[in-house]
């Protein structure tokens, strides 16, 4: 089905207030389920957003489709001003090609429920792989930035381990440093201690924490642990359905939900403590 | 009852070690050719091109379910009936080819099929381009699971050479037969043909399982 | 096409191949497969031995021995019977590696239970481990009729009138390649794609049915 090209959509976001990203009436679909209808939302640069809710309400489908895992069904996604799953083309706004995608998808940075790290390579040669391969760094200063960026998360000591000598908590924070090696403006956590034991997550937690405010990187959160949302997010979505059913500054969400929905899934959630 | 002639056996001994000689190299040129040929069938089967996953599937599961033999000479006389002609050695390494890239094919799918979905979502994270993510860092992992399988196809398609002594290769097993004829006496040639494929195939297939092993330690995956 | 009759005659006769070297090989891979678990070294040994012999020759070796040297060894077979005798042979020392893999994978409780029961090792085997040790392996004894099917088209080359034979027969007469293989071809595609992959699969079903239910069955 080709689309037309979207002529109601700006070529690019400009100004002092632009947001870092937006969401603009984004639509996806699985076949006949609708997994995000219409999804409007900004996050300012340095903002920190952590998105809660149901399983199925659509959150992690919001970090993969900026991530470009994802295909889009219908509105657009900019990141930094400029479109991200569209380009300019035929008098408005046509599907990115990959070219497009590629140069777009450097500004956003991806850390896993599963880690993924490269079973094949020592922790520091995973941070290493994109700034060589994709950046073009030499050996050398690749190598420097990795090894700070390790020494940042407390995995200095194991530079030269496979991901399958480390623990869960270990290959997260190795993670987390190979995302940041690529610079990216955007981080995105996908659930990233859903995977954990308990008494680990606490060293995941206080790397992300430190990266607050940090350079201005923007972040978008998934997470189950609300106790850590509250104290670190500027805002708090709740969704629900594939829509945003409530959001706000953390104490407003959890201390004052308006949305019955919100309270609902607030009190089940507090139960299992 | 024919006595064994040791003196018989080694006056055809250096013919049949020239012969064995062009059936190890029939065998690596055709399972060359395989590697090669069955990548490329099992990356097209990942093309979102329907048509084309479809001819391929079919064709692939054609070539798996007939025999070798008919396929040889399928190739060598429909050539001619066409005004092609090609020379029993083209013809055989053409069919013999086709036949093991279709189970190279297998193989391949089943072990890029293997490397867990967030391989491939963790490089696209970092941006990699797919040239990177293939060769860097989908393959790596593929290849011990392919390993087993090319290995076990490597020692068959040695096995399988001496089909092409139906279209006049001068492979092992038409030597011996030439032998046997020249000289009526079939009992030495043959046996030893057997003899030399178990000295060639069971070591392999040791080896074979030997290097699976080392390879996944040297990847670092200690499973 | 008027060689049509003549090509189903000589698929007629590679189906009876199958057929016949099918029960070869599976008389073969439970004799020999059983033989390798045995308790005593000669007996392992000499299944072992079989295996790898079979397994390292290959088949079209192994028909010309039959047919060229067994003979001077005052045993000379019909060819028809030397035919499927070797493709049951040779492809039964791969279903004996089946056969041993699917005993061994049926679960260590089964043993100790038939024990407990007093059974005698040969009524424990034959009621409880092979029925279960048989629905494990159906799934690779269905590709092994495929390479059954098409071994046969091997015994051609010891003037075995089967399919292959007829077409190479037809064809160096009419020389009409393309036709005469192109159909062999196909027939033995639509044997084992539509006869005997769902053949197999009935089987496994049928079979299936009163045996994975304890807790056995991944889907």
Not at chain 3, 83 to 109: D, H, Q, W
């Amino acid at each position: 089905m080709t689309a037309k090209p979207l002529a109601d959509y700006p070529l690019e976001l400009s100004g002092p207030d632009a947001p870092m990203v937006r969401f603009r009436n984004v639509t996806k679909r699985y076949g006949d389920l609708t997994v995000l209808d219409s999804l409007n939302l900004d996050v300012a640069e340095g903002e920190m957003v952590t998105i809660i809710g149901p399983s199925g309400s659509g959150k992690t489908t919001v970090l993969r489709m900026l991530m470009t895992l994802e295909p889009i069904d219908g509105g657009v996604i900019y990141v930094d001003g400029r479109p991200l799953t569209h380009m300019p083309g035929q008098g408005g706004l046509i599907r990115a090609d990959a070219r497009h995608l590629r140069r777009e998808r450097a500004n956003i940075g991806m850390c896993f429920q599963h880690f993924n790290l490269f079973p094949h390579m020592t922790a520091l040669e995973n941070c290493m792989e994109g700034p060589v391969q994709v950046l073009g760094l030499s050996k050398q200063d690749a190598r420097e930035r990795g090894e700070e960026l390790l020494e940042m998360v407390g995995m200095a000591d194991k530079r030269d381990e496979h991901p399958a000598r480390l623990s869960g908590g270990q290959q997260q924070r190795v993670a987390i440093a190979r995302a940041l090696a690529m610079r990216p403006k955007v981080m995105l956590f996908d659930e990233v201690t859903s995977a954990l034991d308990p008494e680990v997550t606490g060293e995941v937690t206080s790397v992300i924490r430190n990266l607050v405010g940090a350079h201005n990187l923007t972040m978008l959160m998934v997470t189950h642990q609300m106790g850590f949302a509250r104290d670190i997010s500027d805002r708090v979505c709740f969704f629900y359905d594939g829509r945003i059913e409530e959001q706000g500054t953390p104490d407003e969400l959890f201390d004052n939900p308006q949305q019955e929905r919100t309270q609902q899934f607030l009190s089940a959630v507090n139960e299992a403590f | 009852m024919i006595g064994w002639r040791w003196d018989f056996t080694l006056s055809i001994l250096p013919r049949l070690l020239e012969a064995t000689l062009n059936t190890l190299l029939a065998a690596g040129m055709g399972y060359a050719i395989a590697m090669v040929l069955g990548l490329i069938f099992a990356l097209g089967q990942r093309t979102p091109i329907k048509p084309l996953t479809f001819i391929l599937r079919e064709f692939i599961e054609f070539i798996r379910s007939t025999p070798l033999v008919l396929q040889i000479f399928f190739v060598f006389y429909v050539g001619p009936q066409f005004g092609i002609r090609l020379s029993p050695w083209t013809a055989g390494m053409i069919a013999i080819g086709l036949h093991y890239a279709a189970y190279l094919s297998e193989v391949y799918r089943g072990a890029l099929n293997a490397v867990p979905r967030g391989q491939w979502e963790a490089a696209t994270s970092l941006n990699l381009s797919m040239r990177q993510t293939y060769g860097r860092i989908i393959i790596p992992q593929a290849l011990p699971h392919a390993i087993a399988g090319m290995g076990n196809y490597l020692v068959g398609i040695f096995k399988d050479t001496p089909m092409l002594s139906v279209i006049g290769v001068a492979e092992l097993m038409h030597t011996a037969n030439a032998i046997g004829a020249e000289n009526y006496r079939f009992l030495e040639p043959f046996t030893m043909v057997g003899i030399i494929f178990l000295v060639i195939s069971l070591p392999t297939a040791a080896l074979v399982r030997l290097f699976e092993t080392w390879l996944r330690r040297k990847l670092g995956m200690i499973r | 096409m008027q060689y049509g009759p003549r090509l189903l005659d000589g698929a007629w006769v590679s189906v009876q191949q199958t057929v016949l070297a099918a029960g070869v090989a599976i008389v073969i891979a439970l004799s020999m497969g059983l033989m390798r678990m045995a308790p005593v070294l000669p007996v392992r040994w000499a299944a072992t031995v079989y295996i790898e012999v079979f397994r390292g020759t290959s088949l079209l070796v192994q028909l010309y021995w039959v047919f060229f040297v067994l003979p001077l060894f005052g045993l000379t077979l019909d060819k028809f019977l030397a035919g499927f005798l070797t493709v049951g042979m040779n492809l039964g020392a791969y279903g004996a590696e089946l056969v041993r893999g699917a005993i061994r994978s049926v679960p260590r409780g089964q043993w100790e239970a038939a024990l407990a029961l007093n059974m005698s090792p040969a009524r424990r085997m034959w009621r409880i481990i092979l029925p279960q040790a048989l629905v494990v392996m159906l799934p690779a004894w269905g590709n092994l009729m495929i390479e059954l099917l098409k071994g046969t088209a091997l015994v051609a080359l010891i003037s075995v009138a089967d399919l292959m034979f007829v077409a190479r027969q037809i064809n160096s007469s009419t020389f009409l390649s393309a036709q005469t293989f192109g159909t062999a071809l196909i027939l033995y595609y639509v044997a084992a794609r539509f006869f005997i992959t769902p053949g197999m699969r009935w089987l496994e079903r049928r079979l299936g049915r009163h045996l994975s239910r304890t807790g056995g069955t991944r889907t």
